[in-house]
């Protein structure tokens, strides 16, 4: 009886052992066949993704292309009286092919690494594009200044009011040295009547060649521009130049009232200073108009004229001031500080 019962025991044992081990094996299969699913499922998305680089690569070249087409049409553009009609169409194209890549992309989800090399060719792309746009702004700015030059210098009257009012809208942008030369030898050489407008425009750039016109004018008397000449020296604190000045001012004393005023809107230290270095150099009639110009400040100037006071206040403890107040400059000294 023991014998069967422990041979019952052993073979319901074998039993069980043998279904927990079938179990277990199919459970590893099942996973094994999940896994290799999955493996395939995401071996197929690798796949995809490097299918959608290449295509994304190709509409690249595409529109790199069609751009270089747009970069061909800007250069062989030379028509400059005509330069804001193609500088418009110019724009409307390079804008479309723009916003060509903005859609495409924007409709286009690639991988995160397909992305980053999108943003990166979209941002050389526009990189490039202001590069040629300001390359070609530039040449076709320069190529309108020359060409309204030689208008000048050939005198043809019927464009001498365009070009005057061109090149006094690019002022700000300054002039380069072949342009300063040309215009130079309108304001000295010509004795032309539009020297008052070419010089004005070339004061806005700081270059040798508008500081030896400067010296010129000053050495000719060319009175329609002497004013901006000391502006241009004093706005830029020129002092090598002084000797001239005062030499110039010397001649025609009359215009230091003037003058002054012209000086100070630029720099009042300018002016003190070459006071200061060259008050043994005026004559009696030069002094006698600046005292006259700086009384007529002091007796002028408001209670809430800070600026005229400041400068009186400046003239009274420069060197000059202090040289002249027992005679001519004495009355500085009694200025009274205003109520601001």
């Known amino acids: ?83 804001l009609i193609a500088e418009f169409s110019i724009f409307i194209a390079v804008l479309s092919l723009i916003f060509g890549f903005v859609g495409y ?55 001498i009011s365009n070009a005057i009012h061109y090149l006094d809208s690019v002022k700000h942008e300054g002039f380069n040295s072949e342009q300063l030369f040309k215009m130079r030898k309108i304001v000295l050489e010509d004795d032309y009547k539009y020297t008052h407008q070419i010089f004005t425009n070339m004061i806005f750039t700081k270059d040798e060649i508008v500081e ?42 009359e215009k230091w009232g003037s003058k002054i005023a012209s000086i100070r809107s630029a720099s009042e230290d300018y002016l003190i200073k070459l006071w200061d270095d060259y008050f043994d150099k005026l004559n009696t009639e030069s002094m006698s108009n600046i005292k006259s110009t700086l009384q007529f400040y002091k007796s002028d100037y408001k209670k809430s004229d800070k600026s005229t006071f400041e400068f009186l206040e400046k003239v009274k403890l420069s060197k000059f001031g202090q040289e002249k107040k027992s005679d001519e400059l004495k009355f500085l000294f009694l200025v009274e500080k205003p109520l601001f």
């Open 1 to 83: 009886m023991i014998k069967r019962k422990l041979v019952l025991f052993f073979i319901t044992l074998i039993a069980l052992t043998s279904i927990a081990f079938s179990n277990g094996e199919i459970d590893i299969k099942k996973q094994f066949n999940q896994y290799d699913t999955k493996f395939i499922e995401l071996n197929n998305q690798i796949q995809e993704l490097k299918d959608s680089n290449i295509e994304l690569k190709n509409q690249l070249k595409e529109k790199e292309s069609q751009f270089h087409l747009y970069e061909i049409l800007l250069e062989k553009y030379e028509n400059g009286h005509s330069s």
């Open 212 to 253: 030896n016109t400067c010296t010129e004018i000053l050495k000719n008397g060319i009175e329609s521009v002497t004013a901006y000449t000391l502006i241009y020296f004093a706005e830029h604190e020129i002092h090598k130049h002084d000797n001239l000045v005062i030499e110039y001012l010397n001649k025609v004393p």
């Open 105 to 159: 992309f924007t409709a286009f989800k690639p991988a995160q690494e397909s992305k980053k090399e999108v943003d990166r060719l979209l941002e050389k792309l526009q990189s490039n594009i202001d590069d040629l746009f300001s390359d070609y702004l530039k040449k076709n700015r320069d190529k309108l200044i020359n060409n309204y030059l030689q208008i000048l210098l050939d005198k043809k009257d019927s464009e």
